[in-house]
DNA sequence: AATGAATGAGTCTTCATTCAT
DNA sequence: AATGAATGAAGACTCATTCAT
C-alpha cells in the first residue's frame, strides 16, 4: 500500500535542460554515441538548425523515440556535443605542452597542437563557430572559451614574467591567437580558401604558429 | 487549394532569387531600408533561422504581403544585407587609406578602419560570422571575403616588395589579420570577452593593429 | 532608416496565454466563431484531450495555420469557449430574474432558468464539467463559479434577512442548489440517466426547483 | 521491426480488455497495489490523460515492464481503480445503515456516510468527476453510478410508502443527493470553495445531509 | 502598396505499447 | 518479474509563402 517513489525524473526549475540520466547499458552506450556521432557530422555539413531530429533518426534508420530516449532534446544533443569536444581540444593541448619547460615553447606548441585538433576536427571547429552566433548557445561556449583564454594566459603571463616577450595584454593575446586559429583552420582546411593553395594540416599549424608569433611585420 | 510557389521575376541569368526590380518611390525606398534594420537587428540579436518573417513584419507593424512586395524571399533579404554589409564596409577601409603612400601604413589603417568599422556595426559583424556557418550563405560571404582579402594581400605584397615586412605568404597573413579582428571586436565589444576589461572602439582598434603587427612575440 | 517598431506582438511574462489580438474582418469574425462552435461540439463529444487541433480544422476542412491564426492554442480556445459560455449563462439567468421583487422567487426562477441553460447547452455543461476535473482549467472555471454562487447568495440571504426562508449558511445552499442542478440535468438531458424516464427541459427544470426548494422531506 | 498489437489473454466473453489473470505472489500483490495508489494520485492531481504510464512507473522508479505485467493497457488500470473505488464506497455505505430500521434515518446515514467517504477520498472523487466526462468512460462509472441511486431509491420509497416524507419522484431526489453530496465535499474539502470557510469531514457530512433533506426553503 | 486570411509541409516532442534479455 | 531499449503514429505548433481584396 506504501507509496515510495524512488526518483524523480528531471530537477524541475533547471537552467539548462539536463540529460536524462539514466542507466545505460553498453547498448545503450553505443547507440548515444552513434546519436552524437552522426548528429555532429550532419549539424556541421548542413547547420543545427536546417538538421531535424527525423533527419538523424532517419539517417541512423531508428524510430523517433530512440532520440528522446537519449537526449531530451535537440538543443541538450548539441551542448553536449558542445562541451565534449571543448573538454577534448583542451586535454589535447594540456597534452602536448606537459612537460614543456620554456614558457614560449608551450605556448608555441599549445597552439600548435590547437591548430591540429581544429584541423583534425573540421566539424566540430564549425560547430564551435555556429555555436558563437547562436543565442541559445552562446553561453555553453564561451564557458569553455573562458577556460581556453585563461591556459592560454598563463603561458603567456609566465613568458612575460621572465621577460621573453614584451609585455602585453595577455588576454588580448590569447584571444588574438584563437582568432587567428580559427581563421587559418577554416580557410586553409575547410575549403573556404578562397583560391588559396591547398595544405597540409602540419603546414597549416606551422603558419599559424608563425603568425601568431611575428604579425606580419615582426622578426 | 493547391499551394504552387511561382517564379518572381528575376533578372535573366541570375543564379540567386534576386529582388523583384522594382521602380520605388520614395515612400517605398523608406520602408525597404526599415524592413532591412528592422531585419538586421532581430537577425543579429535572435538569429537568422530563429527570426520569422511573421516577427519581422509584426515587429513593424505591416502586413505580410509588405515582405514579399520588397523582397522574394527571407533568404533573398539576408543575402542583401550581407551584400550591402559587405560594400559598405570596404568602401570604408578605402576611404580610410586613400592617399597614404606608405604600404605599412596603408595596412595598419587599414585594419584599423575595418576593427572600427566591425566595432560600430557589431550587428553586421555578427551576421557575417553567422553567415559563413549556414550552408546556404558561405557563398554570398565568401565572394565578399575574397575581395577582403585581396585588398590586403594587395598592400601586404608591395610592403614585401619594397623590403617594408618579412617575406611571408601575403594570403595566410590577410586571413591572420581577419581572424583577429573578428576575435577581438567580438569579445571587446560584443560582451563576449570573459572577464576581459571593457574597453572603447579606438582602444580596440588599436588592440588589433598592435597584434596584427607583431603577433605575441615580436617587436 | 528608422527603426519604429509599432506593435510588439504579445506582452511577454502573461500568465495565462491571451489570443492573439487582431483586427478581423467579417469573415474572419465567422471564420473564429465556426472554429468555436465546433470545437465545442468536439470537445463536448470526444473530450478535450483526445480531439485533437487536427481533428477540428480537419472537420471543417481548413489548414492547420487557420487555428492559429485565431488562437494561441488550443487551451485558449478552450479557455475561451469557457469564459464565453459562463457570461451567457450569467447573463441569462439575470434576465430572467430581472423585475421580480420577491427574493425566493428571484431564488426559484434563477434556478430554474440556469437549469434550462443547461439543458438548452448540453454541450457547454460537459465542458464545465469537465474543466473542474483539469488542473489547466479549474482556475479559468472557479472565477465564473464564484460569480455564480455571489449572485445566488445575495438573493439567499435577501430572502434570509426578509424572514422567507430558514437561515442556513447561504454559500452552502447556493453549492447544493449548483449540485442538483448539474447532476439532475445531467442525468435527464444527458443520456446519463441510468433507466431514468426521459423529460423535457422544462419538466426537469421544474424538478430542480422543487428538490432545490424542499430536499426530499420538506414540505 | 513491425508492431502489431497482440491481444493478451482475456477472460472470454468480457467486453473491455481485462487484466491478465495472473496468480500473484505476496509481492506481486504488493507491487500492484503501489501502482494503483501511485496511479491514483497522479491521475487525481495531474489527470488522467496528462498523466504517462511512464509518468508512473518513473514515480515508483521500475521498468515500464512492469506496468504491462500487471495491467494490460492504462485504460483498464484506471476502470480498475473506479470499480473498486466504487465497491468501496457502497460497503462503506452499506455498513453505516446496517441494522437501522427508521428508512429516515437510513437516508440520513447513508447520505453522511457517502459525504464522509467523498471527504475522506478526495482523490477518488475528483477520479469519479472526470470519468464522467470522458467518453471512454462514463460507461463504467454509470454501471456504479446505477446501483448507487438504485440503493438510495430503495429507502427512499420505503420512506414514501411508509408516509414519511412526501411522494416526489425517488430516482430524481437520490441524484438530487448525489449532486448536493459531489459539489459540496468538492467546495469545502477539495480548496475549491471561493470564499468559502473551510470545515472538517463531519460539518461537511451535517451540511449535506441537511441540504438534502430541507432544501433552501424547508424547515 | 498593403492587408488579413489561408496553406500545409514540416518541426519538435510525447506516449502507449512491445520486445529481447 | 523486471529492465532498458525501441517503435512510430500522433500531437501541438511554426513558418515561408501565396492570394483575394
Known amino acids: 500500500m506504501s507509496v ?11 537552467p539548462a535542460a539536463a540529460a536524462p540520466e539514466r542507466k545505460l547499458t553498453a547498448r545503450g552506450r553505443e547507440r548515444r554515441s552513434q546519436l552524437i556521432d552522426y548528429a555532429t557530422k550532419r549539424f556541421a555539413d548542413d547547420g543545427f538548425h536546417p538538421t531535424s531530429v527525423a533527419d538523424i533518426v532517419d539517417g541512423i534508420g531508428v ?49 600548435r597542437a590547437g591548430a591540429l585538433w581544429m584541423a583534425n576536427n573540421p ?5 564551435f563557430e555556429f555555436a558563437r552566433t547562436d543565442e541559445s548557445f552562446v553561453k555553453a561556449i564561451r564557458i569553455g572559451q573562458r577556460r581556453h ?44 580558401g578562397g583560391g588559396a593553395t591547398k595544405r597540409s594540416a602540419e603546414e597549416v599549424a606551422d603558419l599559424v604558429v608563425s603568425i601568431c608569433r611575428n604579425g606580419f611585420a615582426g622578426e
Open 4 to 14: 515510495v517513489p524512488r526518483q524523480t525524473t528531471n530537477a524541475p526549475g533547471d
Open 63 to 111: 524510430g523517433k523515440g530512440v532520440f528522446y530516449w537519449y537526449f531530451s532534446s535537440k538543443e541538450e544533443l548539441f551542448t553536449e556535443i558542445l562541451r565534449t569536444a571543448q573538454t577534448d581540444l583542451r586535454r589535447t593541448q594540456r597534452k602536448a605542452i606537459g612537460g614543456i619547460d620554456d614558457p614560449v615553447r608551450r605556448i608555441e606548441e599549445g597552439i
Open 123 to 127: 566539424d566540430l571547429r564549425r560547430l
Open 149 to 192: 583564454v585563461a591556459d592560454a594566459v598563463e603561458h603567456l603571463q609566465a613568458a612575460i614574467d621572465a621577460g621573453l616577450i614584451p609585455d602585453r595584454d595577455p588576454v588580448a593575446l590569447a584571444h588574438g591567437i584563437l582568432g587567428v586559429t580559427n581563421q587559418l583552420t577554416m580557410t586553409y582546411l575547410d575549403g573556404a
